[in-house]
Nanobody, 118 residues
Framework: QVRLVESGGGLVQAGESLRLSCSAS????????MGWYRQAPGKLRELVAT???????NYANSVKGRFTISRDNAKNAVYLEMNSLKPEDTGVYYC????????????WGQGTQVTVSS
């Protein structure tokens, strides 16, 4: 069991920045991926970025060059630095933890709202 708690969401204007944090607790085992997904009103949840315990990253094309994902394995935390935010980035951002090749071992946080006004 893994518990994930997100923080850092808020309301910002286009062009501004936010930093999201996610803290994991419980039975943390490797290898694993931690990452961020988002869901806008009326849309499906989509990948934003993931990072493995070894540092390999994966980004959605829409955020490449603007967002940076990082993690601190000692703290079991993952972060998302979001720069040059756009209204299209608005949504609920969810922290995710998963074990590769073990589809059943996937956990989600409650989500944190990010709203970007134009």
């Amino acid at each position: 069991q893994v518990r994930l708690v997100e923080s850092g969401g808020g309301l910002v204007q286009a062009g501004e920045s936010l930093r999201l944090s996610c803290s994991a607790s419980g039975f943390i085992r490797s290898p694993n991926y931690m990452g961020w997904y988002r869901q806008a009103p009326g849309k499906l949840r989509e990948l934003v970025a993931t990072i493995s315990n070894s540092g390999a990253t994966n980004y959605a094309n829409s955020v490449k060059g603007r967002f940076t994902i990082s993690r601190d394995n000692a703290k079991n935390a993952v972060y998302l630095e979001m720069n040059s935010l756009k209204p299209e980035d608005t949504g609920v951002y969810y922290c995710n933890f998963r074990r590769p090749l073990l589809a059943a071992l996937e956990y989600w946080g409650q989500g944190t709202q990010v709203t970007v006004s134009s």
